[in-house]
């Protein structure tokens, strides 16, 4: 009695070796099978190449962009602290001329009562 074949498997080397011999036919067929399989993998492979050279493009771009961004949010900072600063000195200056002012008045006023 023969064993069955589980045809969802690929037959095991007995099972090959024990198959009919394979006609011209089928033999060419077979390699004409290959050859377009070849041709398909060499096509996949070119595929993949440009696909990495693509992600390879667009990772640089990527980072080109943040690096533009740091360096936009990096002005927009120095620029804010710059014009914070600007207000702080004139602010100060407007402090310090209203402190010397009252400074200058206390020291005439006490000039005047002195006399």
């Known amino acids: 009695m ?8 690929p037959p ?8 009919r011999p ?13 050859t377009t399989i070849k041709s398909e993998v060499t096509t996949i492979k070119s595929e993949v190449s440009t696909l990495a050279e693509n992600v390879s493009m667009l990772r640089r771009a990527f980072e080109r962009q943040r690096q533009q ?7 927009r900072r ?8 600007q207000e702080k000195k004139g602010s ?4 310090d001329s209203k402190a010397g002012v009252r400074v200058y008045e206390r020291i005439g006023g ?3 009562q002195d006399r």
């Open 2 to 9: 023969e064993t069955p074949v589980n045809l969802a498997q």
């Open 12 to 19: 095991s080397a007995a099972t090959t070796k024990a198959s």
């Open 110 to 112: 006490l000039g005047q």
């Open 69 to 75: 961004q740091g360096e936009r949010r990096e002005r």
């Open 92 to 95: 100060r200056q407007q402090n």
């Open 22 to 34: 394979v006609t011209r036919q089928e033999f060419d067929q077979l390699c004409a099978e290959v």
């Open 78 to 85: 120095l620029w804010f602290w710059t014009a914070s600063d």
